[in-house]
Each structure stands twice: as structure tokens, then as C-alpha cells.
């Protein structure tokens, strides 16, 4: 390796000391420009490479959502999320007496409709004397009604009568038995 080199230094003759500062020119680095801030975020509903969508069910009476046993939810909330494929559904009403599998495919960021065709069953009327049967607003003829066909679900009878007035029932219709309207005007129930 070469040898160390030694340096003397020595102080300036005082002559340099008294002289005038001379002026050094110096060329600066700016500093880095600062990092861009990152774009804002945005939310889309169908980020690319998403891995789920939604379904909806329309249907107009509440039953629970399944797939293979396990529960996904409810017809009540707007839209369920789920992972994209197909999936086999079960879709239940105790109430009702009523259940259906039904086949959705779950597209990436998108929403499915899955439309529930509810089947109907049958609801007697009679009034004791007699009289004008309505059902949901549509009027259905004079008592006694035998073998009405509604859908399942929940239904408004108003039985009217020119002397004892108006009487309304609230019925459910289910699978499991025919529904009955029995109203006796006279006796007031």
C-alpha cells in the first residue's frame, strides 16, 4: 500500500489575514421535489378482480335464505352479498307452510335478481246474514265464497252489508289448511 502523506499546516502570513473576504461562488442542490400525494380513493361497485356480488329476492313475505344448510339471511333486507358463482338456494316460510330451491348465478360486482313465483291456496268466506266480499280491494261476490284462490301471505277481507255495515278481517293464507273468513253480523263478531 502507498505511505501515509503528512501535511503541515501552517498558520497565514497576518498580510492574508487583513485582506478583504474574496466572494466564492457555490452552486446549490435544490432539494427533492416533495412526493406527489397519492389519488383519492375511490369506491366503485365493481372493483376489477372482485370476488363477490349481491342478490336480491323479491318476494312479498319474509322468508330466510340458505345454501347447503347454513343460513345467508333474509328476504327483508335489501340485498344479500355473496361470492361469485352458481349457487343452489333454499329460500323457507314456516308461517306459510312454503319453501323453494331455486339456481342464481352471483356475477362480480353486480346484483342479481332472483324473483320468488309464490303458489296460492284457497280462503272460504261466509257472513251470517250474507254479504258483499272484497278481498285486497277487489270485490269478490256475495257470501258464501267457497274455494277462493289467493297467493300465500297476508290478506285484507271487508265484508259489507246495507243494514249491519262494514266488518274487515285480516287473513293469512298458507299451505298448510285452507284459510276461513266467518264474520255473523248480528252477533257482531
Known amino acids: 500500500p502507498p505511505a501515509p502523506v503528512a501535511i503541515q499546516v501552517t498558520k497565514p502570513p497576518v498580510a492574508f489575514s487583513l485582506a478583504p473576504p474574496v466572494p466564492a461562488e457555490r452552486t446549490l442542490i435544490p432539494p427533492p421535489p416533495p412526493p406527489k400525494p397519492a389519488p383519492p380513493v375511490t369506491t366503485n361497485p365493481a372493483p376489477p378482480g372482485?370476488?363477490?356480488?349481491?342478490?336480491?329476492?323479491?318476494?312479498?313475505?319474509?322468508?330466510?335464505?340458505?345454501?347447503?344448510?347454513?343460513?345467508?339471511?333474509?328476504?327483508?333486507?335489501?340485498?344479500?352479498?355473496?361470492?361469485?358463482?352458481?349457487?343452489?338456494?333454499?329460500?323457507?316460510?314456516?308461517?306459510?307452510?312454503?319453501?323453494s330451491r331455486q339456481m342464481v348465478t352471483i356475477k362480480a360486482g353486480e346484483t342479481s335478481t332472483l324473483p320468488v313465483r309464490l303458489p296460492s291456496a284457497s280462503i272460504s268466506i261466509n257472513a251470517k246474514p250474507w254479504a258483499e266480499?272484497?278481498?285486497?280491494?277487489?270485490?269478490?261476490?256475495?257470501?258464501?265464497?267457497?274455494m277462493l284462490m289467493r297467493t300465500i301471505g297476508?290478506?285484507?277481507?271487508?265484508?259489507?252489508?246495507?243494514?249491519?255495515?262494514?266488518?274487515?278481517?285480516?287473513?293469512?293464507?298458507?299451505?298448510a289448511q285452507p284459510a276461513r273468513v266467518i264474520v255473523d253480523f248480528k252477533e257482531g263478531k
Open 133 to 146: 266480499a272484497w278481498v285486497d280491494g277487489e270485490r269478490v261476490g256475495d257470501t258464501p265464497i267457497g
Open 50 to 99: 372482485s370476488l363477490s356480488g349481491w342478490l336480491r329476492v323479491e318476494v312479498p313475505v319474509a322468508m330466510r335464505i340458505s345454501e347447503d344448510g347454513r343460513l345467508l339471511g333474509t328476504t327483508d333486507v335489501d340485498r344479500l352479498m355473496l361470492p361469485t358463482r352458481d349457487h343452489v338456494l333454499d329460500l323457507r316460510s314456516d308461517g306459510l307452510q312454503f319453501s
Open 154 to 175: 297476508r290478506h285484507e277481507v271487508v265484508l259489507r252489508h246495507p243494514e249491519f255495515g262494514e266488518h274487515r278481517v285480516a287473513v293469512m293464507v298458507t299451505l
